[in-house]
């Protein structure tokens, strides 16, 4: 019987890849984004879902019930990063960044028990150096990054009996095309690369179930970036 993955941000930068490496891996893959994805694959499917909305969140799990009542993988990876002082950081700025970074595990986590394998599923965030190491210029970020850990732990005790693996990844900055949005002035070659980023990840979806990996931090080889 195939594997049942589920990806949040899957459009783009490292929720693509996540959704692609899946796939070469034998794993049937639910992608949820705003905006869809061109990639063609029979065991992937392109769900809408706009995870700051509650109607969108439960719409996405009913159109994937009629596909697989249960997920093996999932990977809460959808995100958003702005980067300002706080004094030129809007109010909305700082709430999307909640809704998203924030709120939206929370309402993915909040319809996802019934979908849950006991003693099975893995649940992995990719989450930030950012949830644990307060940088200057993105407040907002930070805020919401800190916020989703907070919400992780409190999962962790809640759904104990179920038995579930939670990993936590903390990677530094990796260069993805988001750093172009931002009009970053930081050098490329002291982040991260995509193939540092998915060695990690392969390393733990192909660790035997029997391991778990609670937190992994890992950075470029040059430490943080600031």
Known sequence: MEKCALVTGSSSGLGLEISKYLLEAGYMVFGGSRSGTDLDHDNFYDVELDITSEESVEEFFEAVREFTPTFDLVVNNAGICEMSPISETSLEQFENHLATNTVGPFLLFKHLDSF????????????????????????????????????????????????????????????????????????RDKMLTTQDFMSVFSFVVEAPASIQFPELTFLHREGFLE
């Open 116 to 187: 849950l394998i006991k003693e099975q599923t893995h649940i992995i965030s990719i989450l930030s150096t950012a949830a644990q190491y307060g940088y200057p210029n993105v407040s907002a970020y930070n805020a919401s990054k800190f916020g989703q850990l907070g919400l992780l732990e409190s999962l962790k005790k809640e759904w104990k009996d179920h038995k579930v693996r939670f990993t936590n990844l903390f990677p530094g900055a990796i260069n993805t095309p988001l750093w172009d949005k931002m009009g970053s002035k930081f050098s």
